[in-house]
């Protein structure tokens, strides 16, 4: 503590006018030079490598709803009286059970695909 009568002394380590903070957060010197030397190739390459992984995605989408969101519809299709007693038992196991191995083979093929895209893309940038 100070001595009585003598004033408080404040350290001040931040100002919005600070020219630190004026300019952002600091990048290293390679991240700046990798932007500036951004090629038309590689700005190609990237624009593919998105327009691939969109489709992808589309693509997945499409595959989730078909194999997955039909299913309800095909079960309401189905006749209300069942000749077998034991109808409403597999209808929830195959939308309760069934379909989480369906959606986990659906994630697996996505990601192993997405990953496909981006080494192809970055073997393309490599040889550039």
Known sequence: MSA????????????????RTAQGP????????AREELSAVDSAVLRALMRRQLR???TTFG???TVIGLLPLVFTA???????PGRALVVWAVLGVAA???????????????????????????RA
Not at 26 to 33: F, M
């Open 4 to 19: 009585p009568g003598t004033p408080r002394r404040e350290v001040v380590t931040w100002t919005p006018q600070s020219p």
């Open 26 to 33: 600091a990048r290293p010197a390679r991240e700046i030079r």
């Open 56 to 58: 992808l995605a589309i």
């Open 63 to 65: 595959l989730l709803v």
């Open 78 to 84: 189905l006749p209300a009286q069942s000749p077998w």
């Open 100 to 126: 989480y191995p369906a959606l986990v083979l659906i994630g697996r093929w996505y990601v192993v695909r997405a990953e496909r895209n981006e080494r192809d893309a970055g073997d393309l940038v490599g």
